[in-house]
T-cell receptor
Framework: AQSVAQPEDQVNVAEGNPLTVKCTYS??????LFWYVQYPNRGLQFLLK??????LVKGSYGFEAEFNKSQTSFHLKKPSALVSDSALYFC???????????FGTGTRLQVFP | DSGVTQTPKHLITATGQRVTLRCSPR?????VYWYQQSLDQGLQFLIQ???????AKGNILERFSAQQFPDLHSELNLSSLELGDSALYFC???????????FGDGTRLSIL
């Protein structure tokens, strides 16, 4: 079965420290992977995607993600967290040969001043 | 601003009623997707339309239906509403082919 897992419900980090939000996946074929962020009372905002190429993908707002095929992971990272990064983060994978996305359960990131 | 517009932002209605949610996609996007977000089920894909035709179906109840019109806007119709249908309903659009989906701000549906 094709799926996405975000093993942490919440991640807490101090402002200025690096952050990592974890995601693992299970799909048929080559994965198309995405990260989205959701602020309160807003829709999901696209951060970055991996389709092919470099394993380190750079996205919006200083975020980046590392694709690891052997570990089937696509962790979201940022070198220095901001309080304004506090939000709900979703990892998603595109089902093979479709445009359907399967989303993880989300990870709430809390950045403390 | 994602460019995807959803109306209304909030909808309060009673059990057994029928409602229509509307979505205008980003300019140029042919694909429209509908999602339901609830606390217990998370973010669930409901249905996709591409240029007026149904392209893919997810966990959409038979009481729910959707359509995409020639001007590419889409409507999601929810009927015989139940308390459990209370959720955030999102519309997204994309150009397809692995391009990212861009989401509207959603319609919050509350069933009393």
């Amino acid at each position: 079965a094709q799926s996405v897992a975000q093993p942490e419900d919440q991640v807490n980090v101090a402002e200025g420290n690096p952050l990592t939000v974890k995601c693992t996946y299970s799909v048929s074929g080559n994965p198309y992977l995405f990260w989205y962020v959701q602020y309160p009372n807003r829709g999901l905002q696209f951060l970055l995607k991996y389709i092919t190429g470099d394993n380190l993908v750079k996205g919006s707002y200083g975020f980046e993600a590392e694709f690891n095929k052997s570990q089937t992971s696509f962790h979201l990272k940022k070198p220095s967290a901001l309080v304004s990064d506090s939000a709900l983060y979703f990892c998603a994978v595109r089902l093979y040969n479709t445009d359907k996305l399967i989303f993880g359960t989300g990870t709430r990131l809390q950045v403390f001043p | 601003d994602s460019g995807v517009t959803q109306t209304p932002k909030h909808l309060i209605t009673a059990t057994g009623q029928r409602v229509t949610l509307r979505c205008s996609p980003r300019s140029g996007d042919l694909s429209v997707y509908w999602y339901q977000q609830s606390l217990d089920q998370g973010l669930q894909f409901l249905i996709q339309y591409y240029n007026g035709e149904e392209r893919a179906k997810g966990n959409i109840l038979e009481r729910f239906s959707a359509q995409q019109f020639p001007d590419l806007h889409s409507e999601l119709n929810l009927s015989s509403l139940e308390l459990g249908d209370s959720a955030l309903y999102f519309c997204a659009s994309s150009g397809g082919g692995g391009q990212p989906q861009h989401f509207g701000d959603g319609t919050r549906l509350s069933i009393l």
